[in-house]
């Protein structure tokens, strides 16, 4: 009996030895941190060229949303789509922008912290915007409700964004919109278009925007405004690009 308790504590003892390195091994491989501060980004993404990186996302978005291969019913309405690079503000490529038709997007990131070795995350990770009730809305953040216009913005009705205002038709109601901020804003098939990556407190935000001259285009707001001129406090209109180990493209 003593020897068998003893087998067993020492099994135990084992699996727990186990599990902790795989976890150990797993945070590793994927850029996951706990003690240590941020991963590194890896290098392994730039010896792709752009047009590999899209040629790779290209086949993945064929088997994924037009073939269906992986049989979701999400994907059934889809008919068609149109891809193209966005770049972060360093003019690094940064994500691919999948406009679907008839409705939809998809944000596919470059994952900039991959290795071969990666387990969990892959190269390429996908945030959908593609379910029949996903709806996003222009907004403008007014500090001082005097400077709110007199019509064309009202307030919403979270309490938690108070200085948000949102782009209203002539009845008063909220506009919403499905098809990317590219889309909706009508920006040219050629013309350059970006993902400007920007930290508020500890989160990571990001700004779909196109060039104006010397400044950049908001096109969640439609505000023109200098990159140097936006602090941590949040206080312009972004969004967020969220990602979980099932999002891999």
């Given at each position: 009996m003593k020897n068998c308790r003893i087998k067993f504590f020492f099994r135990i003892i084992c699996l727990a030895m186990i599990l902790v390195a795989c976890l150990s091994l797993l945070c590793a491989c994927d850029g996951i941190f706990i003690d240590n501060g941020p991963p590194e980004p890896s290098d392994y993404w730039k010896q792709f060229s752009e047009e590999e990186h899209l040629a790779a996302v290209k086949a993945r978005v064929e088997k994924r949303y037009i073939k269906n291969h992986y049989d979701k019913s999400d994907?059934?309405?889809?008919?068609g789509y149109t891809i193209y690079p966005l770049y972060d503000q360093n003019d690094e490529l940064s994500f691919f922008m999948v406009d679907i038709e008839p409705y939809g997007f998809v944000m596919v990131k470059i994952n900039k912290y991959y290795k071969e070795t990666s387990l969990v995350f892959g190269l390429y990770?996908?945030?959908?915007?593609?379910?029949?009730?996903y709806e996003w809305s222009r907004y403008r953040v007014y500090t001082d409700s005097a400077d709110v216009p007199?019509?064309?913005?009202?307030?919403?009705?979270?309490?938690?964004?108070?200085?948000?205002?949102?782009?209203a038709d002539e009845d008063g109601e909220i506009i919403k919109y499905r098809d990317s901020y590219f889309k909706v804003a009508g920006i040219a098939q050629d013309?350059?278009?970006?993902?400007l990556e920007m930290k508020i407190n500890s989160d990571r935000v990001y700004i779909p925007a196109v060039k104006r001259g010397?400044?950049?285009l908001n096109l969640i707001s439609?505000?023109?405004?200098?990159?140097?001129s936006l602090s941590e406090d949040g206080n312009y209109a972004y969004d967020y690009v969220s990602y979980t180990k099932e999002d891999n493209l």
């Amino acid at each position: 009996m003593k020897n068998c308790r003893i087998k067993f504590f020492f099994r135990i003892i084992c699996l727990a030895m186990i599990l902790v390195a795989c976890l150990s091994l797993l945070c590793a491989c994927d850029g996951i941190f706990i003690d240590n501060g941020p991963p590194e980004p890896s290098d392994y993404w730039k010896q792709f060229s752009e047009e590999e990186h899209l040629a790779a996302v290209k086949a993945r978005v064929e088997k994924r949303y037009i073939k269906n291969h992986y049989d979701k019913s999400d994907y059934d309405y889809i008919t068609g789509y149109t891809i193209y690079p966005l770049y972060d503000q360093n003019d690094e490529l940064s994500f691919f922008m999948v406009d679907i038709e008839p409705y939809g997007f998809v944000m596919v990131k470059i994952n900039k912290y991959y290795k071969e070795t990666s387990l969990v995350f892959g190269l390429y990770l996908r945030d959908e915007r593609l379910h029949s009730n996903y709806e996003w809305s222009r907004y403008r953040v007014y500090t001082d409700s005097a400077d709110v216009p007199e019509s064309g913005w009202v307030q919403g009705e979270n309490t938690y964004y108070s200085e948000r205002y949102y782009e209203a038709d002539e009845d008063g109601e909220i506009i919403k919109y499905r098809d990317s901020y590219f889309k909706v804003a009508g920006i040219a098939q050629d013309e350059r278009k970006y993902m400007l990556e920007m930290k508020i407190n500890s989160d990571r935000v990001y700004i779909p925007a196109v060039k104006r001259g010397d400044k950049w285009l908001n096109l969640i707001s439609m505000e023109a405004f200098d990159l140097d001129s936006l602090s941590e406090d949040g206080n312009y209109a972004y969004d967020y690009v969220s990602y979980t180990k099932e999002d891999n493209l």
